[in-house]
Structures are given as C-alpha cells and as structure tokens.
C-alpha cells in the first residue's frame, strides 16, 4: 500500500470485458514528505475519489481479483480516501480537496 495524490481520469472505449464499468483514474504516489515519486499510475476506484484527493492505494491484486473476477489484469485499487495525514515530529498536512 502506498500514498498517491488523483490527478486525473482515463477513459477507455476498449477494455477488458472484466473492466466494463469500471472507473479509471491516474494517480501519482506519494514519498514520505507528500512529493511526487516515480511514474503515474492507472488506479481503479469504487470509492469516489475527486481529482486533487490524497488516497490509499492497494498493491494487493486480490481486492481487484474478488470484485471483478480472476481473470481480470487489475492490480491497483483504491482502498481509502485519505483526510489527514499525520507524520511523527512533523506537521499535519491535509489529505486531498474535492473537484
């Protein structure tokens, strides 16, 4: 699991079947101090997450894999939406904003 700010969506007119409906968003993960490390990534969400929120994202393809079968070739899902974040010593800094 990971920490990933929501930049955006993506939509796809072709999918696999396993993804009909599925909502896509783009999410940059988060290092320890909320900046932005590596690549962005396409998440599944069922949650509602707006673009700007802070959320949790799972590594665990299971989640994926229960909702939409096994044969799907989801892995990433988000599994929070994040309202504050709290770091030892440090300060607290909000989870994300809405659209």
Same mark, same amino acid.
């Given at each position: @699991? ?14 696999? +079947? ?9 999410? #940059? %993960? ?8 590596? +690549?962005? #990534?396409?998440?599944?969400?069922? @949650? ?18 229960? %909702? ?6 989801? %892995? ?15 300060? +607290? ?7």
């Amino acid at each position: @699991m990971y920490l990933a700010r929501i930049d955006g969506t993506l939509v796809g007119t072709a999918k696999h +079947e396993t993804l009909a409906g599925c909502r896509f968003l783009i999410g #940059q %993960r988060l290092d320890a101090d909320g900046g932005p490390t590596g +690549e962005p #990534q396409v998440i599944l969400d069922w @949650m509602g997450a707006a673009r700007g929120a802070t959320v949790v994202v799972s590594t665990d393809g299971d989640v994926a894999r229960l %909702r939409l079968g096994n044969t799907t070739p989801a %892995r990433l899902t988000v599994a929070a939406i994040v309202d504050c974040v709290y770091r030892p010593g440090g300060n +607290e800094r909000a989870g994300g904003s809405a659209e």
